[in-house]
């Protein structure tokens, strides 16, 4: 049976291992279906970091417009 998942071969520490192999057998999951919830959460996080970069960059220079101006009333 085809999968449409595309698949990944890694290599990580005993530590890591032990670590998704608890995670996994804590919430009752394969360990390729913990290691693959982790690193779109670790995906989710790296994208956010940059987007909050890009927040505070345009934050340091403010630009304010006006109820009437967003609305287009003035």
Same mark, same amino acid.
């Given at each position: 049976?085809?999968?449409?998942?595309?698949?990944?071969?890694? =290599?990580? =520490?005993?530590?890591?291992?032990?670590?998704i192999?608890?995670?996994?057998?804590?919430?009752?999951?394969?360990? !390729?279906?913990? !290691?693959?919830?982790?690193?779109?959460?670790?995906?989710?996080?790296?994208?956010?970091?940059?987007?909050?970069?890009?927040?505070?960059?345009?934050?340091?220079?403010?630009?304010?417009? =006006?109820?009437e101006?967003?609305?287009?009333?003035?």
């Open positions: 049976m085809a999968t449409t998942k595309q698949r990944i071969n890694i =290599s990580v =520490s005993k530590e890591a291992h032990r670590a192999a608890l995670l996994a057998k804590r919430d009752a999951l394969p360990r !390729a279906t913990k !290691a693959r919830h982790l690193l779109e959460q670790a995906i989710e996080w790296e994208e956010d970091a940059v987007l909050e970069a890009i927040a505070q960059e345009r934050m340091k220079t403010p630009r304010f417009v =006006s109820h101006q967003a609305w287009g009333l003035k």
